[in-house]
């Protein structure tokens, strides 16, 4: 089992950057990749980025060239950069881990609030 806690949303001016944290704790050894994804209201989860064990990265083409998610120098830790935000990019931020096949389903963590004003 692996906890995961979110911090750094709040208000942000359009145009302006913010990074949010993602910090596990528990069975590290389980997590396969991470990510971050966004739910605005009414709206469907959505995948945002991710990250794999090796480095790997994948984005979706909306925050593709502005978002950048990245490990700390403690591997306990998962980073998500956004700059030139949009309001548009106003949601809910989750970070999750996905864990190898054999340790069953993902975690999730709390959230945190991410809203980009004009």
């Known amino acids: 089992h692996v906890q995961l806690v979110e911090s750094g949303g709040g208000l942000v001016q359009a145009g302006g950057s913010r990074r949010l944290s993602c910090a596990a704790s528990?069975?590290?050894?389980?997590?396969?990749?991470m990510g971050w994804y966004r739910q605005a209201p009414g709206k469907q989860r959505e995948l945002v980025a991710t990250?794999?064990?090796?480095?790997?990265?994948n984005y979706a083409d909306s925050v593709k060239g502005r978002f950048t998610i990245s490990r700390g120098n403690a591997e306990n830790t998962v980073y998500l950069q956004m700059n030139s935000l949009k309001p548009e990019d106003t949601a809910w931020y989750y970070c999750?881990?996905?864990?190898?096949?054999?340790?069953?389903?993902?975690?999730w963590g709390q959230g945190t609030q991410v809203t980009v004003s004009s």
């Open positions: 528990g069975s590290i050894f389980s997590i396969n990749a």
């Open positions: 999750h881990a996905n864990y190898y096949n054999d340790y069953g389903p993902g975690s």
């Open positions: 990250i794999t064990a090796s480095g790997n990265t």
